[in-house]
Nanobody, 115 residues
Framework: VQLQASGGGLVEAGGSLRLSCAAS????????MAWYRQALGKQRELVAT???????VYGGSVRGRFTISRDNADKTIYLQMNSLKPDDTGVYYC??????????WGRGTQVTVSS
């Protein structure tokens, strides 16, 4: 399984970005898909998850500003990030979890928010 994250970049505080994570196989087989992020010198933290039925969970610091979604036909999940803050800076990773076969991580995409 390969996961390819894209859409990162440099944006000013208050701006928006949309991240994509494209999978090499159909994503409906995964029980959960998620976005994580890791800031320099900090531990990786959960940003948002979405189940194969569309239920979502968000980390407290992004709730109300970020939206996770999935498109099974395109084998892709998305993370719409609005009202970005400098604290949102980090490398964003996508993860796919199958209760049968385990977890898979994609390469990250860098998000930098300038103040």
């Amino acid at each position: 399984v390969q996961l390819q994250a894209s859409g990162g970049g440099l944006v000013e505080a208050g701006g928006s970005l949309r991240l994509s994570c494209a999978a090499s196989i159909g994503i409906s087989r995964f029980n959960h898909m998620a976005w994580y992020r890791q800031a320099l010198g900090k531990q990786r933290e959960l940003v948002a998850t979405i189940t194969n039925t569309g239920s979502t969970v968000y980390g407290g610091s992004v709730r109300g500003r970020f939206t996770i979604s999935r498109d099974n036909a395109d084998k892709t999940i998305y993370l719409q990030m609005n009202s970005l803050k400098p604290d949102d800076t980090g490398v964003y990773y996508c993860k796919a979890i199958s209760l049968q076969s385990g977890a898979y991580w994609g390469r990250g995409t860098q998000v930098t928010v300038s103040s």
